[in-house]
């Protein structure tokens, strides 16, 4: 079986009924790419994640509190990196 929908009076197939799954699932996928946060946004907040990580424990440590407020301004957060 080719996976059509086929009916039990008739036999033949009936593609319209696959036709709504389909749209919402090229929809779906189109909408997932669109939500999706420019390549360097996300960059950005992986080198935040990683700066914070480092941070943890030595904040009396200067060129690691540097890296996290250089971090923090990339993404904006001038309040957070003062």
């Given at each position: 079986?080719?996976?059509v929908v086929r009916t039990a009076a008739r036999g033949r197939p009936q593609p319209h009924r696959c036709v709504p799954l389909l749209l919402l699932?090229?929809?779906g996928?189109?909408?997932a790419e669109w939500l999706r946060p420019d390549p360097s946004y996300q960059q950005a907040e992986l080198t935040l994640r990683f700066a914070v990580h480092d941070t943890a424990g030595h904040a009396s440590d200067p060129a690691q509190l540097d890296t996290l407020g250089v971090a923090l301004l990339r993404l904006?957060?001038?309040a957070?990196?003062?």
């Open positions: 079986m080719t996976g699932t090229a929809a996928t189109a909408g904006g957060r001038q957070d990196a003062d």
